[in-house]
């Protein structure tokens, strides 16, 4: 007979919780990524999505809930090879294991094109691509984000050239995975650390050289978003010479390698120094011929203000005065003459009733010893003593006798 112990055995539920818990324990399973054939895929009105993904032998369910549909630009279909991204889970209800997936990607060179193209019109459509909101580089970048692999050799790309180029610049490197699944959770959580930093002049982007799938990550949503959402320009070196990217398309300046990326951002410091040297000459010539021209333009100026003070108000003047003088001289000649004609007539008058005039003539004048004038016989008497003054001096003389004039 069958014997059994009680405590080993489990029920239903048990052991499907042990399953689960199995799962969640090893951690394996709790973020997997599983290529594989698209089969059977259906989209409930719900929004959710259910499809099977199948290998060489065997064969995985998925279902992809509304929250996360939503990012599925172009949903694929049955036969494309695609990539899930989630979780395995126990689906109870039904005794079996599935993928709860985050992410659905097309694998296939045609689907990938597909998606591509209808994101490319999709945001074209948003104005993401507009060549009016691209922006400048700066000139002269202080301090650059340079979000890229931390052990690639893009970053020892641009490290090389900013410190051969323009040392100046402080290069801060933001750690992000280039590619593979989880790459564009990480640049775009990269974009927004970049976002929250101070003084950052610019964000360079770059990668080194690969295969083209490994630049699919460029064409996702989330990296084109984060790069137009950047408050500062964007610059892209993604490594790949001939295909052209979303991300490529919508940064505001992009360079096929991290090298031409760098050269684009950070100004070759010889040349500048060359172009300071070339324009001070420039300006030094310039200044100097600008001084030339000044002192020409002085003297011009010199001549033609001598000139016109010299037409316009010193010769007027000088003629002016000069007839003034004349005028003065000529008036002052009438006025001389009249008044020596007067001055003449006046003297000859005085000349006439001078008694040195009268004297000359043979006349004399006594006075008496007090000086007065002996007009008549009468004012002498016998014995006095006079002057006598004649036309060239005097004498002095005694009265001897006095005689009257009968008449």
């Given at each position: 007979m069958f014997k059994y112990e009680k405590e080993a055995i489990l029920t239903v539920d048990e052991v499907t919780n042990k399953i689960r818990e199995a799962l969640y324990a090893s951690g394996e399973f709790q973020n997997i990524s599983v290529r594989g054939e698209l089969l059977g895929f259906k989209k409930h009105s719900s929004g959710h999505a259910y499809f099977t993904i199948i290998g060489a032998e065997t064969r995985i369910s998925c279902v992809?809930?509304?929250?996360?549909?939503?990012?599925?630009?172009?949903?694929?279909?049955?036969?494309?090879?695609?990539?899930?991204?989630g979780k395995v889970d126990v689906y109870g209800a039904r005794g079996s294991y599935q993928i709860y997936a985050t992410t659905l990607?097309?694998?296939?060179?045609?689907?990938?094109?597909?998606?591509?193209?209808?994101?490319?019109?999709?945001?074209?459509?948003?104005?993401?691509?507009?060549?009016?909101?691209?922006?400048?580089?700066?000139l002269f970048?202080?301090?650059?984000?340079?979000?890229?692999?931390?052990?690639?050799?893009?970053?020892?790309?641009?490290?090389?050239?900013?410190?051969?180029?323009?040392?100046a610049s402080e290069i801060l490197v933001v750690p992000s995975l280039m590619q593979g699944t989880g790459a564009s959770s990480e640049i775009r959580d990269a974009f927004s650390k970049c976002a929250s930093m101070h003084d950052i002049s610019l964000v360079m982007l770059v990668r080194g050289g690969g295969s083209r799938d490994d630049l699919d990550t460029f064409d996702?949503?989330?990296?084109v978003r984060s790069i137009r959402s950047s408050p500062v320009p964007v610059i892209t070196g993604l490594g790949h010479?001939?295909?052209?990217?979303?991300?490529?398309?919508?940064?505001?300046?992009?360079?096929p390698t991290p090298s031409g990326a760098a050269e684009r951002v950070f100004p070759d410091s010889k040349e500048l120094s060359a172009f300071i040297k070339g324009s001070m000459r420039s300006m030094h010539a310039h200044i100097y011929n600008k001084i030339i021209k000044i002192n020409s333009d002085l003297s011009d100026s010199k001549k033609r203000l001598h000139f016109g003070i010299t037409r316009g108000a010193c010769l007027p003047a000088s003629d002016y005065l000069n007839n003034v003088f004349s005028s003065l001289v000529s008036n002052l000649s009438y006025r001389l003459s009249k008044a020596e004609t007067k001055l003449t007539s006046t003297a000859?008058?005085?000349?006439?009733?001078?008694?040195?005039?009268?004297?000359?003539?043979?006349?004399?004048?006594?006075?008496?010893?007090?000086?007065?004038?002996?007009?008549?016989?009468?004012?002498?008497?016998e014995q006095q003593?006079?002057?006598?003054?004649?036309?060239?001096?005097?004498?002095?003389?005694?009265?001897?006798?006095?005689?009257?004039?009968s008449r």
């Open positions: 992809l809930f509304r929250s996360n549909a939503s990012s599925v630009i172009l949903w694929p279909k049955d036969g494309d090879e695609v990539l899930v991204c990607l097309p694998l296939g060179e045609g689907a990938k094109a597909r998606a591509k193209e209808m994101l490319f019109q999709k945001l074209t459509a948003e104005g993401v691509f507009d060549i009016r909101h691209k922006r400048p580089l700066p970048p202080r301090k650059v984000a340079v979000i890229t692999s931390p052990t690639g050799a893009a970053v020892q790309d641009v490290i090389k050239i900013a410190s051969l180029r323009f040392p996702t949503e989330d990296v010479q001939i295909d052209k990217t979303l991300s490529d398309l919508a940064a505001d300046a992009e360079a000859g008058a005085l000349q006439s009733l001078s008694p040195l005039a009268v004297m000359s003539r043979g006349f004399t004048i006594c006075r008496d010893s007090e000086g007065n004038m002996i007009k008549d016989v009468s004012a002498l008497s003593n006079i002057d006598i003054y004649f036309r060239d001096g005097h004498a002095e003389a005694g009265i001897k006798n006095i005689s009257k004039d």
